[in-house]
T-cell receptor, first 117, second 110 residues
Framework: KQEVTQIPAALSVPEGENLVLNCSFTDSAIYNLQWFRQDPGKGLTSLLL?????REQTSGRLNASLDKSSGRSTLYIAASQPGDSATYLCAVGEGAILTGGGNKLTFGTGTQLKVEL | DAGITQSPRHKVTETGTPVTLRCHQT?????MYWYRQDPGHGLRLIHYSYGVKDTDKGEVSDGYSVSRSKTEDFLLTLESATSSQTSVYFC?????????FGPGTRLTVT
């Protein structure tokens, strides 16, 4: 059974700092990995998707890397801002459901980030 | 937001009553999912669907059933609600290879 761990559970940084969030998983036979952000009382917003054949993906100030052999992914946030304060969730996808791209996600419990002025 | 709505958004019900949550999407997505989110457990998959009338169980399916009679609607039913089913329920779809989530339904079973 796939297990996903995110450390630390909470993180507080001053504005402008670059930071790294960590995600580890136990079974390296993954289909893909997706990073989400969740604001309090809200749904999940997809940030980045990395396919199993990829090593990294970038979107604006965000960069996600994937090392399947070691069972790790990192989310790098550059020049953090107070608006980045949220919980960040890592989710690992199993093999595809049929051939249409659907897959079952296993989530970590998240890292709660606070960026202070 | 991938055109996903959930209803109701909040519900309080009593132990032993049946409850149905609805997920509606407007963009003809094939795959739909139901997750629950609980403190300390993260999100866990309850059931998923890969087409009309095609559904399967996820990690925590006991006590839940689903139906998908139309592409746009995926219903989650708690046949007899228990206090352990108090949770926030999220519906999701797959677009491309990414999953996108609805706004959630907060269910309290008293």
């Amino acid at each position: 059974k796939q297990e996903v761990t995110q450390i630390p559970a909470a993180l507080s940084v001053p504005e402008g700092e670059n930071l790294v969030l960590n995600c580890s998983f136990t079974d390296s036979a993954i289909y893909n990995l997706q990073w989400f952000r969740q604001d309090p009382g809200k749904g999940l917003t997809s940030l980045l998707l990395i396919q199993s054949s990829q090593r990294e993906q970038t979107s604006g100030r965000l960069n996600a890397s994937l090392d399947k052999s070691s069972g790790r992914s990192t989310l790098y946030i550059a020049a953090s801002q107070p608006g980045d304060s949220a919980t960040y969730l890592c989710a690992v996808g199993e093999g595809a459901i049929l051939t249409g791209g659907g897959n079952k996600l296993t989530f970590g419990t998240g890292t709660q980030l606070k960026v202070e002025l | 937001d991938a055109g996903i709505t959930q209803s109701p958004r909040h519900k309080v019900t009593e132990t032993g009553t049946p409850v149905t949550l609805r997920c509606h999407q407007t963009e003809n997505h094939r795959y739909m999912y139901w997750y629950r989110q609980d403190p300390g457990h993260g999100l866990r998959l309850i059931h998923y669907s890969y087409g009309v009338k095609d559904t399967d169980k996820g990690e925590v399916s006991d006590g839940y059933s689903v139906s998908r009679s139309k592409t746009e609607d995926f219903l989650l039913t708690l046949e007899s609600a228990t206090s352990s089913q108090t949770s926030v329920y999220f519906c999701a779809i797959t677009q491309g290879r990414e999953q996108y989530f609805g706004p959630g339904t907060r269910l309290t079973v008293t």
